[in-house]
Each structure stands twice: as structure tokens, then as C-alpha cells.
């Protein structure tokens, strides 16, 4: 090595050195912080405390926001999101794809994709105007996805999208034009999950094992027990003893990055992925929670915070139940996460998308357990939105401009609905297999809300949803019949929005038989809404 070279050498060291050491300075000061907000108060991490947390209006009233998935992996657009982790995972469809296409890992690593993420059709003001037709009301980009790199201006890494790829903070710019836009603004995180991301890497020739780049890929720790049988397949997510648990340190930064988000970006929205059910994560989570109700607080806002599987109280945040449903209406607002890409939720090539039609039912049904839909959409490394996705996004914005007084405001009804398809759990605790929220409806499955200002047990006005035309011109709603107790004052008036006639209608001891129009006004699902008082003497009926 010349003199020069080692000169060069030795400086870039020191500025190595210099930056790790204000990184970490900067990290004990953010935790210092979220130790001084725990001392104030009102809320304590302790799920004691916690408990006193409550869902608020907005969230209730919203039912229907946008996630995006958007990050590093949306260059490869390969296989799946996880495709930062499984190029490293041998005998992976990804890792034999990556090593075709750019050549062995240890030449041409994940962190080779920073720079061609480019983002160079990004515009977030385009991305929101989409949203708004598509009848969104609040807007959740991922700030960190498991790949370990920040889709916003980070004080504790360098890896991030201020610094790298498309010099842009991502995150804050959507923050901006959320609010613009008047819909609210929230962020996920998935660093979690970074603890064993990388692990595989670090078993053959790669750049992971590279202490050059250990800000990306680190601390790439093993994922499952000792003695595991296959260490490239996920331990059962719903036994975390059986993974090794993540050290202090980690644990840390793991705080110190989320409440950053909080401070920088002011979030409404909070939304963690699934690992952070693992027991050493509690009492951060625990700190977490409280420093977010409170910092929330100060600044007059109304926070969501969600959680997998049992990793929170129910009463202490907002549980979230990936590609999945519940069965049955549940008293606590809860939320369901989907995609409408099938195979991925970022970007990938030759994905298959679901119909407006499909995710409609889906918020229609779910709406009507007391739940909200968050769904995905997964931009292109450029920034555009797939075509694809537009196109289901607006035909289900021009569905919810016409009938949404059935979902936006309102509350269950004291009753879900009825009719004869189910889905296969009731368990809130438990993981839903991949894309089993996909489902087909029939005529006979109704679904009923009513306005927020109503009593489920003596509402005036019911909004029944008919997730299928029926084939005779007669629907039948089995649960309004006279001898009923659900709806207890008698029906005035039978609309369907869409059609400008009221509607002839019977009641009798086996439903009320609602008469119906030769053509349905559209092809998702038909809103009737039932008009009901005590003392109406003269309802439209024959």
C-alpha cells in the first residue's frame, strides 16, 4: 500500500469512527428522551397504563386506507418484498434468479440495488390524488421495510433514501402531501424482523459478511434455535420461543428509530409487522406506546397503533390481522391488512391483481365486524403506480363516491350480517394463511351497518349491502322479520342508492321481502337503505 493510499485509508477510518460515535450519541439522547416522556405521563410504559388508551373518532369513522410498500426490493421486482432476504437464502428461487441475472452475491449484493432505485417518476402529489378518487382516507407508506433500509431521513443510519438511491426523503414528502390532501398520515416499520433478515448471508461467500456494510445488512443474527432442521424456513410465528431472541442493543435502536419517525414525521398511523410479538421486545413496545399516545397528545392528536398476533393488550392498541378476517363482529375497532397484488406487496414483474369487486366485498364485510381495510399498493422502482393498480383503485373509488354512506361514519349494527358464507376463524390472535381473505359472495350474504350517531339496538336508519344481485326479483333479509327483535321499530322506507324509486317492500314473520328493480345500478354490491321509526304509521309497502 503507497503512503497515499494508507493516508486515505487511515482518514476514512477516522470518519467512520467520528460518524458512529454521534450516531450513537444521538441514539442514547433519543433514548434519554423517551425516558423523560415516560416520567410525565399521562400514559406509562406499563399495560396498566396503556389500558386507558382509546381508539380514536377518526379511525372509526376513515375505515378504508392505503399502504405502500415501496423500497430497494422494487428494483429486482423478483419473486416477492422478501427478496433482499431470500437472494441470500440457498436453493431460493430468488437466490438462483440473483445469481443468473447480477452474478454471485459476493460481487453484486442487495446494497448494489441502492443505486438504480431511482424514483424518478416519483411524485407524491400524483400518488394522493389517485388515493383521494380511490376513497382513502388515510395513507401509510413503509418507512422501513426488514431489509434494513430507511425510506426517510434517518439520524441512526446512513442507508437511507436521503442519503442513498433517490436522495429524497420518500417519507416526508407523502407526509406532505397526506395532510395537503386532508387525509391522515401514518408510517410502518418492519425492522423488527432485521435482527435475522440477513442471517443466511453470513453462511457462504457474500457481501454480508462485508464489515463495510454492516449498517445495512447487520446485525444479520441467526434466525431459529440451535439444532433447527431447516434454517432457511421461518420458525411457526406464532411460537416465539422458538426463535432466538434479539440482544439490547438491537433492542435499542429499535426504539430509538421508531420514535424518531414519531418526532420527525408526526404520524397518526403506527403500524408494526408481526415480530415484535417477541417477548424480549415488551418492554419496548411498552415504551414505545407510551411515548407515542403522549407526544401525540401534546400536539392535539388522535394516534392508531397496531399489533400482530398477541404482541399487545387488546385494550392497549389496535390489533391488525394480515391478509385475514374475522367471522364474527368485534366490540374493539380492529383493522385487516391486504394487498391488491396476489403474489407480493411490493412491486414485482407479472403479479396478478385482484378485482374492485373482490377488495369492495372484502371492505363491505369487514366494515361490518366494526374493522377497518388497509390496503397495498406496491409502486414500480420508478415511482409510477402499475396500471393495474390504478385501475382497480378508481373503480373502487367511483363504487364508494356513489354508496359510501354505508361505510364512511358508520357503526355495526348489533347484528354483522347474514347469509351463508363464512370465513374459517374467529381468532383474532390467530395468523391468517396467505390470501385466504380472498372470497366469493352470494346474493344471500347481506351486510349491515348504521350511521355513527344511531344505537345498534334502536337505529332509525340501516344500511344492508347485498354482495350479489339475486336472481328472482326478491331479496330476502331473514333477520328483519316481524317476530324480530333487531330491528324494533317499524320500516317507513326501503331505498337502494343507485335508484331513485322507493321500493315496494313486505315484512313478514320469516324476513322482510324487499322488492327489487329490473336492473341492479351496478355490479359490486347494492346498498338498500332501510328506513325504520316509531312512529311511522304509514310505511311504503304492498
Not at 205 to 218: E, H, I, K
Request: charged share 20%.
Amino acid at each position: 500500500m503507497t503512503r497515499r493510499a494508507l493516508q486515505l485509508a487511515i482518514f476514512t477510518l477516522a470518519l467512520s469512527s467520528a460518524a458512529a460515535q454521534d450516531t450513537t450519541t444521538k441514539l442514547h439522547q433519543q433514548l434519554a428522551k423517551v425516558q423523560a416522556e415516560d416520567a410525565k405521563g399521562p400514559f406509562h410504559a406499563d399495560w396498566n397504563s396503556l389500558a386507558n388508551y382509546r381508539t380514536p373518532t377518526w379511525f372509526q369513522d376513515a375505515k378504508f386506507g392505503i399502504f405502500l410498500h415501496w423500497g430497494i426490493y422494487s428494483v429486482p421486482a423478483f419473486g416477492n418484498e422478501w427478496y433482499s432476504r431470500n437472494m441470500y437464502v440457498p436453493g431460493n428461487a430468488a437466490f438462483k434468479h440473483h445469481l443468473a441475472t447480477y452474478g454471485p452475491q459476493s460481487t453484486f449484493g442487495y446494497k448494489d440495488f441502492i443505486p438504480l432505485f431511482k424514483a424518478e417518476h416519483f411524485d407524491a402529489n400524483q400518488w394522493l390524488d389517485l388515493f383521494t378518487h380511490a376513497g382513502a382516507k388515510y395513507i401509510v407508506p413503509v418507512a422501513e421495510h426488514c431489509d434494513g433500509f430507511a425510506m426517510y431521513d434517518s439520524s441512526f443510519t446512513t442507508w437511507d433514501a436521503a442519503q442513498m438511491g433517490p436522495h429524497r426523503d420518500i417519507v416526508g414528502e407523502l407526509a406532505t402531501a397526506t395532510r395537503a390532501h386532508g387525509l391522515h398520515f401514518g408510517a410502518s416499520s418492519h425492522r423488527a424482523e432485521h435482527w435475522w433478515w440477513y442471517g443466511l448471508g453470513r453462511t457462504f461467500d457474500s457481501d454480508v459478511n462485508d464489515p463495510t456494510f454492516a449498517g445495512l445488512y447487520g446485525p444479520a443474527a441467526k434466525m431459529a434455535l440451535p439444532g433447527s432442521k431447516d434454517d432457511t424456513k421461518e420458525p411457526d410465528p406464532s411460537h416465539f420461543e422458538q426463535w432466538l431472541p434479539p440482544d439490547k442493543a438491537f433492542l435499542e435502536d429499535w426504539l430509538a428509530r421508531s420514535t424518531e419517525i414519531v418526532d420527525k414525521y408526526h404520524p397518526e398511523f403506527i403500524y408494526f409487522d408481526w415480530w415484535d410479538g417477541q417477548p424480549e421486545f415488551v418492554p419496548y413496545l411498552q415504551q414505545f406506546a407510551a411515548y407515542y399516545y403522549n407526544r401525540s397528545a401534546q400536539r392535539g392528536e388522535h394516534p392508531v397503533l397496531t399489533y400482530k398476533i398477541e404482541a399487545m393488550p387488546a385494550n392497549a392498541a389496535t390489533l391488525d390481522i394480515e391478509r385475514g378476517k374475522l367471522d364474527a363482529l368485534r366490540l374493539v375497532p380492529w383493522q385487516t391488512d391486504t394487498s391488491i397484488s396476489i403474489h407480493s406487496w411490493g412491486y414485482v414483474e407479472h403479479d396478478e391483481y385482484r378485482s374492485a369487486r373482490s377488495l369492495l366485498h372484502q371492505l363491505i364485510d369487514t366494515v361490518s365486524k366494526n374493522g377497518n381495510l388497509l390496503l397495498n399498493v406496491g409502486p414500480k422502482s420508478d415511482g409510477t403506480i402499475p396500471e393495474e393498480a390504478q385501475s382497480v383503485l378508481l373503480q373502487m373509488g367511483a363504487w364508494l363516491s356513489a354508496n359510501g354512506e354505508a361505510i364512511y361514519n358508520t357503526r355495526p349494527f348489533s347484528v354483522f350480517g347474514e347469509g351463508p358464507t363464512k370465513f374459517g376463524t374467529n381468532s383474532p390472535g390467530k395468523a391468517a394463511a396467505k390470501n385466504t381473505d380472498i372470497q366469493e359472495y352470494t346474493a344471500a350474504d347481506i351486510r349491515f351497518t348504521i350511521p355513527k350517531s344511531q344505537s345498534p339496538e334502536s337505529p332509525t336508519t340501516l344500511y344492508a349491502t347485498a354482495l350479489g344481485w339475486p336472481t328472482d326479483p326478491t331479496l330476502q333479509i331473514h333477520i328483519l322479520g316481524s317476530n324480530l327483535p333487531y330491528l324494533p321499530h317499524p320500516i317507513c322506507s326501503v331505498t337502494l342508492i343507485g335508484n331513485s324509486e322507493p321500493l315496494a317492500f313486505t315484512q313478514k314473520p320469516e324476513g322482510l321481502f324487499i322488492t327489487l328493480p329490473p336492473t341492479p345500478p351496478n355490479d359490486i354490491a347494492y346498498v338498500f337503505r332501510i328506513d325504520a321509526h316509531p312512529t311511522c304509521s304509514k310505511p311504503n309497502h304492498r
